[in-house]
């Protein structure tokens, strides 16, 4: 078994096609030399770079065939890390690019359902590159029935998102954009850029999925935002409860959650406080993957609990009450 | 007489410069194609593993290697979307670009016919190179090509099953489709052309009879399931999917209600496995590099491995000479090592 920091770090890049996502590519690519560098591509883009590998891929969604129907697989992606994993010549870093169009659970669920990819390589992050003058269309797009609007579902999955083009916006525009980006995530950290000129570190070493980094629950990003609350379809529901939870209830609840309402969640954090644990209990999921441990103690800490969901017609009042229905009396 | 057969320590040791993907013994002389993730094609001497030839031949790695039986063609393909035609009377290859990663390729039994596994497409090709057929836009990526036994059909197995196509006046339509759930990783035919068997992604193993297609799925594996091989005879099919080998008895009728016998010796999930050709040896790897050979036999109580080996890193492709006196298995770190099952 190869140790979390043994693995290679994989970073998911995505965002509309204009947005500067293959700008930033080329920039990581520039500026991180000394690096091996694996791309795996899904759009034609245009990366000069002669010393990366860059692997052409097409996007293949399998469902895993074990009942879960959310459970999705990229099958391009198995082969590919497959085949970069046995090389003798090592990587320090992969890259996928996705298209504006791919959804990006299967890509994360990836690294959660194929043991072989797990052991050895460990999602890093989901990067969203977002035009900041393109972005309200994009997310007030009006789609069929049944049709995902994937610029909402690629905010939603995303860690960090990089808000690029700002100079093409006004201060009241840019304050618009942030503050529905936060609506959709409330767990994402925004980074503002022109021409994708991020310091690297902010892309390239987010631990997103990394349950022994801190987290970092903000509670001002839990509050509800009753002012600009409307109905959207994909929303982030931040709880924080003060108390401790009972163990059991928590996990019948958590268990039901993922089962019934898995398939809407798009992702989960949080940092619990359980009757009788000394260390804090930190989670986070992917629909219906779940992966939680013992993070750091108390201490002298104020105990409370903080759980964020992000997802698809989220029901804030079944989450709260859910959850509140696990407190120690 | 399996229990005089012990492994007799290496009989050689060699090595190509990247992580081999494939080795294929050829069946006319004694000589052992590797096919490496830089791309490279070593022929090698099966008698003390020299490197005989050796030449960069598809840029971003070579995957699959086949021998024509009876002939003298080595087939080769890889992530440059093409396949190479090695004749051993010729110097230089020829490659032909069929389109796609070559995942698997595999020759007729008459060796009349390459089956090639080309992205999305199952092609067909004449032993000149010339495409024959190709069955383009399968539902995904074809992953393994199999023949039945008497080379009338070819199938791809790909995410949903195996689909069947005649080869003799090639069908535009699948004759035959054997679907499962899930993705395809490896098939193989059974030798006395009865069964087809599916090692797949969602740790499961899957069966059907030729040709009444019944099937059964044998699911609930830790794992992915990526490596099955059938014995010479056609009784015991044994697959991966845990550090314990799974045999299943297809004597009778089949392994449908059957347990398999469960052969521990491996520390971690098994890499590769490959059944002696001439008698009833199996070997076996897993991914940290140990090695095993077996007698099975027809009874349940021999369940130890009758010697292992440690080659140090993961094992990713096994292949017995014809004659079955040696295996060779090739590593990630690149290294070829023969094995001598008998002494000489």
């Not at chain 1, 043994?6 to 890049?13: E, N, S």
């Not at chain 2, 006046?169 to 499962?180: E, G, H, K, T």
């Not at chain 2, 021999?302 to 140090?312: A, D, Y």
Request: charged share 25%.
């Amino acid at each position: 078994m190869t140790s979390y920091d043994q693995k290679v770090p994989v970073t998911v890049l995505t965002g509309f096609l204009g947005s500067g996502k293959t700008t930033l590519l080329n920039r990581i690519l520039t500026e991180q030399h000394g690096q091996r560098i694996a791309v795996i591509e899904n759009e034609f883009g245009e990366i000069g770079i002669d010393d990366a590998l860059v692997i052409d891929a097409e996007e293949e969604v399998f469902e895993m065939n074990n009942g879960c129907i959310c459970c999705t697989v990229r099958g391009d992606l198995i082969r590919i890390l497959g085949t970069l994993m046995r090389r003798k010549e090592r990587f320090d870093h992969i890259l996928i690019e996705t298209t504006g169009l791919a959804d990006p659970a299967p890509v994360a669920q990836t690294f959660f359902m194929d043991d072989e990819i797990g052991a050895q390589l460990r999602l890093d992050g989901i990067i969203t590159v977002v035009d900041a003058a393109h972005l309200l269309p994009h997310l007030d797009e009006v789609k069929p029935e049944g049709v995902e609007n994937e610029a909402l579902e690629q905010i939603a999955f995303a860690d960090r998102i990089v808000l690029n083009k700002t100079d093409l916006v006004d201060e009241g525009e840019l304050a618009e954009v942030r503050r529905r980006i936060t609506e959709v995530n409330r767990l994402a950290d925004i980074v503002e850029t022109v021409q994708c000129k991020v310091d690297l570190a902010a892309v390239l070493d987010v631990g997103g999925f990394d349950l022994s980094r801190a987290l970092v629950l903000d509670p001002a990003f839990l509050a509800e935002d009753a002012e600009h609350q409307h109905d959207l379809s994909v929303t982030s529901v931040g709880i924080e409860l003060p108390g401790d939870l009972a163990m059991e209830p928590l996990n019948d609840w958590l268990g039901w959650l993922l089962s019934n309402r898995g398939v809407d969640i798009f992702r989960s954090k949080g940092i619990l406080s359980v009757d009788g644990m000394p260390e804090r209990y930190v989670f986070q999921g992917v629909h219906m993957l779940f992966d939680g441990t013992e993070g750091e103690p108390w201490g002298d800490a104020e105990r409370s609990s903080r759980a964020v969901f992000i997802g698809r017609n989220l029901d804030r009042e079944e989450l709260e009450s859910g959850l509140r229905a696990c407190l120690v009396p | 007489m399996t229990t005089t057969s012990t492994m007799e320590g290496t009989g050689w040791r060699s090595a190509v410069p990247e992580s081999v993907a494939a080795l294929a013994w050829a069946y006319a002389f004694d000589v052992l194609a590797a096919a490496d993730l830089a791309g490279e094609i070593t022929l090698l001497d099966g008698r003390d593993g020299q490197i005989l030839r050796r030449g960069a031949s598809h840029g971003g790695g070579a995957f699959a290697l086949a021998w024509q039986p009876r002939g003298q063609i080595l087939a080769s393909g890889g992530a440059d979307g093409r396949v190479g035609l090695h004749d051993a009377a010729e110097m230089e290859p020829s490659f032909l670009d069929v389109g796609g990663w070559v995942h698997a390729l595999s020759w007729s039994p008459d060796g009349r016919q390459l089956a090639v596994a080309a992205g999305r497409s199952l092609v067909l090709l004449d032993p000149s190179g010339t495409v024959v057929h190709r069955w383009d836009d399968q539902p995904s990526t074809v992953m393994d090509v199999v023949w039945s036994r008497d080379g009338s059909r070819v199938a791809c197995a790909a995410y949903g099953g195996l689909r069947w196509y005649t080869a003799i006046s090639a069908s535009p339509q699948p004759v035959r489709a054997f679907d499962s759930q899930g993705s395809l990783l490896l098939a193989r035919v059974s030798p006395d052309g009865r069964w087809v068997a599916s090692c797949n992604q969602d740790a499961s193993v899957h069966v059907w009879r030729l040709w009444s297609g019944d099937d059964a799925e044998m699911a609930g594996y830790p794992e992915k399931v990526d490596t099955l091989a059938f014995d010479r005879t056609s009784r015991w099919m044994a697959n991966g999917g845990t550090n314990e080998i799974s045999l299943w008895d297809f004597s009778g009728r089949g392994p449908m209600g059957r347990a398999p016998r469960m052969l521990p010796g491996h520390d971690v999930q098994i890499s590769a496995l490959a059944w002696q050709p001439t008698g009833d040896l199996l070997a076996s790897a897993g991914r940290d590099g140990g090695m095993a050979l077996w007698a099975p036999g027809p009874s349940a109580r021999h369940t130890e491995p009758c010697s292992r080996l440690h080659l140090g890193s993961r094992v990713t492709a096994l292949v017995w000479s014809p004659d079955g006196t040696r295996v060779v298995a090739g590593t990630v770190d690149g290294a070829v090592v023969a094995v001598r099952s008998v002494t000489p």
